[in-house]
């Protein structure tokens, strides 16, 4: 069995939060935002993980209001 690496799994871990949990509304901003923060991903990466679901989920309001969150925190 291969084992991730701790980013990969960080990746992981943020991705399936924004999409199992704050895009079906199980959880909210201030969440999300507690996440992000503690996953300490660099702004590239971030960046990358927001296009990619965006793109599965284009003109998502909640995104937009995530993205702008992340950008008012300098995550991006």
């Known amino acids: ?11 992981n871990w943020v991705r399936g939060s924004i999409v199992k949990a704050y ?11 507690g996440i992000i923060r503690d996953a300490n ?16 989920y284009p003109n ?3 995104i937009k209001e995530l993205e702008n969150s992340c950008n008012d925190n300098g995550f991006l």
């Open 60 to 62: 998502n309001i909640r």
């Open 41 to 56: 991903l660099d702004k590239e990466k971030l960046r990358g993980i927001l296009d990619e679901v965006n793109s599965y």
């Open 1 to 11: 069995m291969e084992v991730k690496s701790i980013e990969t799994t960080t990746e």
């Open 23 to 33: 895009l079906r509304s199980e959880k909210d901003l201030n969440w999300l935002i």
